[in-house]
C-alpha cells in the first residue's frame, strides 16, 4: 500500500498530486498568468509564486484525492532541471513535509517523469520503446530499455523545438505563451504556403537556432515589401513554420525508429500536445507498422502527475532522497 505526494515546481506552474497504489487520484495545476505581460516567464516571479500557490494546492489536492496528511506514506518532488529558485519551492516544501510525518522523499528528474507519463493510463508502452520529448527547454529521442534504465541517442544542439514555437509567436507578435496560438492559426492555413531550410545536422540529433534565425529574415524581407506580410499570410505562415518543425522531428524519429528496430513508439513533454505533430506521428505509424503513445492532455504539459507515477516507481524500488537533497537546475538525465 502507498499514497504518495508529488510536487511539481520545476518552471511557473505549481502542481500537486497525489499517487495512490500506482494510480493517479488527484492532479491539481495552479498556473501563473503573470508572466503573460513580460512574453516569457521571469524566474524571479515564478518563485515568489510558487510559494503563495504551494499550500493550496497540496490542500487541493488532498481534498480531490479524499486523503489526509497522515495518509501519506511518501513525497515525491522535481530536484531539477528547472528554474533554481522555482525547484528551492517544491523542493524545499517537500523536505519539511516529509521531516515534519516523518515518511520518505523521492527525488524525481524532471525529463524521466515526462517519459514515465505513459504509465499513468492505459494503453501503455512496452520495453523497450522509443521516446521524442519535446518541450520549450528539450528537445530528446530516448530509448527507454526500463523505468529508470534510458539512454538520449539523439538530442538538440542548442534551442529546442518548443523555443522555435515560442520565437516564430514572438515574431508574429502573437502574446504569450505562443506556441499553441500557432498551432490554432496553422489549423486554418496552408503548410506548403511557405519552405524553410531543414538543418543538416549529423546522426540523431537537432538545431533550431539557425532555423529560428531563417524565419526572421524571412519574415522581415517579407515585411520590406509589404507591411501588412503578417496580418495577410498568418494562417499560412503558422501552418508552414509548423510543418516544418514536425518534419524536422519526424524525419529523425523515424531513423531512430529504423535504427533501433523499434516499433513501440512515444511522445512527451508539452509540444506533444501539438496537432501537427499529433497528425504527423499518426501518418508515420499508418505508414511504418508503429504502436504509439501518447499521455492524455493533462500529463503531457509540467504536472505533478507525472512525478508521482515516477515517485511510485522509485518507491517500489525503495530508491529514497535524504534530508540533504537540494534542487539542482542543471541535472544530468
Not at 510536487?7 to 503573460?36: L, M, P, R
Not at 521531516?99 to 525529463?111: F, G, K, Q, T, Y
Request: proline share 5%; aromatic share 8%.
Amino acid at each position: 500500500m502507498s499514497v504518495i505526494l508529488a510536487i511539481e515546481s520545476s518552471c511557473d506552474d505549481t502542481s500537486v498530486a497525489i499517487c495512490n497504489n500506482g494510480k493517479i487520484t488527484a492532479n491539481v495545476i495552479a498556473n501563473q498568468t503573470i508572466h503573460e505581460n513580460y512574453g516569457g516567464v521571469i524566474p524571479e516571479l515564478a518563485s515568489r509564486v510558487h510559494q503563495q500557490n504551494i499550500v493550496p494546492t497540496v490542500e487541493q489536492a488532498l481534498k480531490n484525492a479524499k486523503v489526509t496528511k497522515q495518509d501519506i506514506n511518501a513525497v515525491a518532488f522535481t530536484r531539477g532541471p528547472g528554474l533554481l529558485g522555482s525547484l528551492l519551492v517544491g523542493v524545499s516544501f517537500a523536505k519539511s513535509f516529509a521531516l515534519a510525518l516523518n515518511i520518505p522523499l523521492i527525488s524525481v528528474n524532471h525529463m524521466h517523469a515526462h517519459i514515465l507519463a505513459h504509465f499513468i493510463d492505459d494503453p501503455k508502452p512496452n520495453f523497450p520503446f522509443l521516446c521524442l520529448t519535446v518541450s520549450g527547454g528539450h528537445t530528446q529521442i530516448v530509448l527507454v530499455k526500463d523505468y529508470f534504465d534510458m539512454e538520449i541517442v539523439g538530442e538538440t544542439l542548442d534551442d529546442a523545438a518548443g523555443e522555435a514555437f515560442d520565437k516564430t509567436a514572438k515574431i508574429l507578435q502573437l502574446p504569450y505563451p505562443g506556441g499553441p496560438l500557432i498551432d490554432k492559426h496553422a489549423q486554418m492555413g496552408n503548410p506548403k504556403a511557405f519552405k524553410f531550410a531543414e538543418p543538416q545536422i549529423a546522426e540523431l540529433n537537432f538545431s533550431f537556432s539557425g532555423f529560428k534565425t531563417s524565419i526572421l529574415y524571412f519574415i522581415r524581407k517579407q515585411e520590406k515589401e509589404n507591411p501588412n506580410f503578417i496580418a495577410e499570410n498568418l494562417n499560412d505562415i503558422c501552418a508552414s513554420v509548423q510543418h516544418s518543425i514536425v518534419q524536422i522531428l519526424l524525419n529523425k524519429f523515424k531513423k531512430a525508429a529504423k535504427q533501433y528496430h523499434i516499433k513501440e513508439i512515444a511522445i512527451a513533454g508539452g509540444v506533444s500536445a501539438n496537432s501537427g505533430l499529433r497528425k504527423g506521428l499518426q501518418e508515420a505509424a499508418d505508414e511504418l507498422g508503429w504502436k504509439i503513445y501518447i499521455p492524455a492532455f493533462q500529463y503531457c504539459t509540467d504536472n505533478a502527475g507525472m512525478i508521482a507515477i515516477a515517485g511510485y516507481q522509485k518507491f517500489l524500488a525503495k530508491d529514497f532522497a535524504g534530508q540533504e537533497v537540494s534542487p539542482m537546475a542543471r541535472m544530468e538525465f
